[in-house]
Structure formats: C-alpha cells, structure tokens
C-alpha cells in the first residue's frame, strides 16, 4: 500500500500541473487513505472493543492518578450488575441491666420485701435502670414464665412519673385512696386483661419523698385468689412489708 506521503506528492504533482492547488487537497487524501484501510479499520475497531470489554477500565480522575471502575462499568452488556445481599436479620435484643443474684429475692434494690403469698418464688428476673428498677415472683422461678407478683420502685427523678400516673387515674375517677401503715397509697385496676376482662389489680405505695413502689398482681394470679376483697388484702399486706434497705 502507498505510504500517505506518497499519495500526498503524487496528488500535488497533478495539481501542479494545472499551476494550482485544490483546495480539497487535504480531505482528497484523507479519503482515499479511509477508503484503501476501511475494512482493516472496521476490524480492528471490533477487535479493540472486544478487548476493552475484557480489560479492567481505569478513570483518569488527576494528572498521574487514576481510579478504578464501578462493577457495572466492567461487566458485559449483556449482564446486569450483581445487587448487593442485603441482610434483614434483625439485631438480636441486648440484655437489659439487671440487680443480679438476689438470693430469695427477699431483698432487691434498696428496699426489702416483707411478705408474699404462699408458694411464691423469685424468678430469677430484674430490671435496673438506675432511679426505676424492678423484679417479680412466680411459682416456679422461671425467668422466662409467666409472673405473679411484680414490685417497680421509682426513686429520685423517677417519682414523678409515678405521681403523674396516680393523678391520671384520680382525675378519671378509677381507683381509691387507701392508708398503710402510717403510709399512704392508692390502689387501682390498670389496663385490660388478656382475656378482656379486668386487668392488673395495683397498689401505688409512697415510701417517702423520693420513693414510690408499684405493687401489681398478673390477671392470671388474680383468678387463683378469693376474689376482690382478698386481692386488696394480699396487696396491703405486701404493701405493709415493703421497707427501706438503705
């Protein structure tokens, strides 16, 4: 194949010849370079692109620095990009801080517990969140069983919300103040029951300017017992041996 220089010296002696230069000149030899390479460049064009589809592809992001392609920038047209796997396993629940080992349970916090019915044990449970903390009995001491006895001590900042409860339920006319011991409390049904009846029998016990405790029987142990008059009767009596371990 001529070389272009040939082509080009060639071109410009047959213009000569007519004493001037086609203005042309150029393109005439640029086209007739393309027309004698077209089908090699045609392939060659194919055979680059194969290669590039191939090949990793860098991004030039500054002078002497390059950056490596997103996956869907590498992969052929013919294949989506691959999702990510998306993990929708929910995080397991933490273990709330608790009041450890309390023995019988007899004793949790800073208060002791005086009395509980017969058959009762502690369930190896507790919550301490600092100024609120609480535990509860059952008959076989399963933490993870149903209870039938739960105590919730407020304290400190904490009391507000319990005095904030009582005054809701005073205002609605749902409960009735009652005296133990030289201390005063106010005992109401809270909620509803499982099975849509009456729900949680609860004793709210002052202890003192910055303490509440908030005495409730499960539904469930309330159908065990001689009904109402004996639910206000065990909850007094817990209520009566509640004390201050501090």
């Not at 049904?189 to 509440?212: A, C, I, S």
Request: net charge negative.
């Amino acid at each position: 194949m001529p070389a272009l220089e040939d082509q080009l010296r060639q071109i410009m002696a047959d213009e000569t010849a007519k004493l001037h230069a086609a203005p042309d000149l150029a393109w005439r030899v640029m086209r007739s370079s393309r027309r004698r390479r077209g089908r090699g460049r045609i392939a060659a064009v194919a055979t680059s692109l194969a290669v590039a589809a191939a090949a990793p592809l860098y991004l030039t992001v500054a002078p002497g620095a390059t950056q490596a392609p997103a996956a869907h920038e590498t992969a052929s047209a013919s294949e989506a990009p691959a999702e990510p796997a998306i993990d929708d396993t929910p995080p397991a629940p933490s273990e709330p801080p608790s009041l450890g080992d309390l023995g019988d349970g007899k004793a949790f916090g800073r208060v002791k517990v005086g009395y509980l019915p017969d058959g009762l044990q502690w369930s190896h449970w507790s919550v301490d969140n600092g100024d609120a903390y609480t535990t509860s009995w059952n008959y076989d001491g399963d933490k993870n069983g149903f209870y039938c006895v739960q105590i919730y001590v407020y304290e400190d900042q904490a009391v507000q919300e319990i005095d904030d409860r009582v005054k809701a339920h005073r205002d609605e006319g749902e409960g009735e103040e009652v005296t133990v011991g030289d201390r005063t409390g106010y005992t109401v049904v809270q909620g509803v029951g499982e099975d849509g009846g009456k729900g949680t029998p609860t004793l709210f016990l002052n202890m003192g300017e910055r303490r509440r405790a908030e005495i409730m029987f499960s539904p469930m142990y309330v159908k065990k017992l001689d009904g109402p008059e004996a639910v206000d009767r065990e909850l007094k009596k817990i209520a009566e041996g509640l004390t201050a371990a501090d």
